[in-house]
């Protein structure tokens, strides 16, 4: 095989891996407590919640679950975009007052849904405002918030109404099998490395 032709054939796979790897949902996870709220209360409540946001393709699904609250669930929100990573309190970015059919008036519940948010109606107004008046503006900025460990997820309730549990939103570590494939790249690599 032509020298030329194994470097167009690295290129093409390593394209194809980045191209799939942006076409992707992105998921992030949070485990919700009392502790993680700024400042951090005495609620004995957990929780925990997943978040796919699919940029290209315009929606994010929700799923969480709460229990124990102190007080009756009232709102759920992300909010973005702290200051510091993993710390501090961010205005509200999605819609407002809450989450549509999020449980009300409840200390244990579970959720889940499946906005687009191509919608200015999943927005709170001043993020949208805040970042340039476009869906499009809003979703750029939340994804860098979430890549970046600057958006949580916030369960208000009537004892907490700031906040009773929340958690910053992460990618999950990658299964070995991801990470199996990211290292089948690199013969590639170093065998158009060493052709240069």
Same mark, same amino acid.
């Given at each position: 095989?032509? $020298?030329?032709?194994?470097?167009?054939?690295?290129?093409?796979?390593?394209?194809?891996?980045?191209?799939?790897?942006? *076409?992707?949902?992105?998921?992030?996870?949070?485990?919700?407590s009392? @502790?993680?709220e700024?400042?951090?209360?005495?609620?004995?409540?957990?929780?925990?919640? $997943?978040?796919?946001?699919?940029?290209?393709?315009?929606?994010? $699904?929700? &799923?969480?679950?709460?229990?124990?609250?102190?007080?009756?669930?009232? *709102?759920?929100?992300?909010?973005?975009?702290?200051?510091?990573p993993?710390?501090?309190?961010?205005?509200?970015? $999605?819609?407002?007052?809450?989450?549509?059919?999020?449980?009300?008036?409840e200390?244990?519940?579970?959720?889940?849904?499946?906005?687009?948010?191509?919608?200015?109606?999943?927005?709170?107004?001043? =993020?949208?405002?805040?970042?340039?008046?476009t869906?499009?503006?809003?979703?750029? @900025?939340?994804? &860098?918030?979430?890549?970046?460990? &600057?958006?949580? =997820?916030?369960?208000?309730?009537?004892?907490?109404?700031?906040?009773?549990?929340?958690?910053?939103?992460? &990618?999950?570590?990658?299964?070995?099998?991801?990470?199996?494939?990211?290292?089948?790249?690199?013969?590639?690599? =170093?065998?158009?490395?060493?052709?240069?």
């Open positions: 095989m032509g $020298t030329q032709l194994k470097k167009g054939l690295a290129t093409l796979a390593l394209l194809a891996a980045c191209g799939a790897a942006q *076409a992707d949902p992105q998921v992030f996870n949070a485990a919700l009392g @502790a993680a700024a400042p951090p209360n005495g609620s004995a409540a957990t929780g925990d919640v $997943t978040v796919l946001f699919d940029i290209d393709n315009h929606y994010m $699904t929700i &799923a969480a679950s709460f229990t124990d609250l102190e007080g009756l669930s009232g *709102a759920a929100h992300i909010h973005c975009c702290t200051a510091v993993g710390d501090g309190n961010a205005g509200v970015a $999605t819609m407002l007052p809450t989450f549509t059919g999020f449980p009300a008036n200390t244990s519940g579970s959720y889940a849904s499946f906005f687009d948010t191509s919608q200015a109606s999943f927005w709170n107004p001043s =993020f949208l405002a805040n970042h340039g008046g869906t499009a503006g809003a979703e750029a @900025a939340l994804m &860098a918030g979430l890549n970046a460990g &600057a958006a949580y =997820f916030n369960i208000h309730s009537s004892v907490y109404p700031s906040g009773e549990i929340r958690g910053f939103l992460a &990618a999950p570590i990658p299964e070995p099998a991801q990470i199996l494939m990211l290292l089948a790249g690199l013969p590639l690599l =170093f065998l158009r490395k060493r052709e240069n």
